[in-house]
């Protein structure tokens, strides 16, 4: 495809479609249907079977040390699925650190974002070149339970969630308007290195599989796209995949962005907010 982000030296075609995990068959074009093309995926439907992980020079953080079984393995496949993309341009062996909130630390010159719930696991790699920013989210398609919807959404979100909901109630809209602004806001963070409550994002979500999210945050003067972020939407295969590239500054406000994505209803999974990256409300989830 032709994008504004599209980079010259992206990955090949076949080398793309090599990205995807144990027992994963299919997995990364999810978020393929979604992104531009220089943006790399990769993703994963089962825990890689050695949960073993590097942050980096150093002791294994405590945190870590102390994490089930379960959580070392979710974690770590997360983050193999990071370098699998990374290995898309020549960088297998780099480490993706973890930052003081969460977030994952790129080698140089790179952007990303990972997400991961119950049953699937993902990562997207950009060149900053190519991207100033990027920010996934995965959820099963499932209801979003009521305290967290309304913590999440504003009185007039909530209406214009109401009338989704009247008009197509197949798709979950409640846990698709949570989605997005969890992907704003992994873009956001690494940006500007500011705290993002859910109610400082002003979210309209079209049916076409597109949503913008209208920042209400002084730090948005430094985001190459003002206080606008757009993004795309899918549900497919029981997920719900959101995604959000930020346009660097050269090529910011020039409207190309990554497709509109439209993928069929499909029947609800188990709903788990869990996340490597930072959360945007108020509350730990």
Same mark, same amino acid.
């Given at each position: 495809? &032709? ?48 949960? +073993?992980? *590097?942050?980096?020079?150093?002791? +294994?953080? @405590? ?6 079984? *379960?959580?070392?393995? +979710? ?16 960088? %297998? ?18 952007? %990303?974002?990972? &997400? $991961? ?39 007039? +979100? ?13 798709? $979950? ?41 209208? #920042? ?13 972020? *757009? @993004? ?7 997920? #719900? ?11 910011? %406000? ?7 994505? #439209? ?5 609800? @999974?188990?709903?788990?907010? *869990? ?11």
């Amino acid at each position: 495809m &032709t994008s504004a982000v599209a980079d010259a030296g992206r990955p090949s075609a076949e080398q793309r479609r090599r990205l995807s995990g144990p027992r994963s068959v299919g997995a990364a074009s999810l978020f393929d249907r979604i992104l531009p093309d220089a943006v790399v995926t990769a993703a994963a439907t089962a825990d890689d079977p050695a949960p +073993e992980v *590097s942050l980096g020079p150093g002791p +294994e953080p @405590g945190w870590l040390a102390r994490a089930v079984p *379960s959580r070392r393995a +979710e974690f770590a496949t997360t983050r193999r699925c990071a370098q699998r993309a990374l290995s898309a341009f020549g960088l %297998g062996h780099a480490t993706v650190g973890r930052g003081s909130r969460g977030e994952p630390l790129w080698p140089e010159g790179f952007v %990303g974002s990972l &997400t $991961h719930c119950h049953g699937y696991r993902a990562a997207a790699v950009a060149r900053a070149r190519s991207a100033a920013g990027i920010g996934i989210d995965v959820e099963p398609h499932s209801q979003l339970p009521t305290g967290v919807a309304r913590l999440t959404a504003s009185d007039a +979100e909530c209406r214009q969630l109401d009338r989704r909901c009247a008009t197509d109630p197949q798709i $979950h809209w409640r846990t698709v308007f949570f989605s997005a602004k969890e992907a704003i806001f992994k873009a956001w963070y690494p940006l500007t290195r500011c705290e993002l409550r859910f109610r400082e994002v002003v979210l309209s979500v079209a049916a076409d599989g597109t949503f913008s999210g209208r #920042i209400l945050h002084p730090a948005a003067d430094v985001m190459p796209t003002g206080d606008v972020i *757009s @993004g795309t939407w899918l549900v497919m295969d029981e997920l #719900i995949c959101t995604a959000v590239v930020v346009e660097p500054q050269s090529t910011a %406000g020039s409207g190309v962005g990554p497709p509109p994505a #439209i993928g069929p209803p499909v029947v609800s @999974g188990r709903l788990s907010l *869990s996340s490597d990256e930072p959360k945007s409300g108020p509350v730990a989830l």
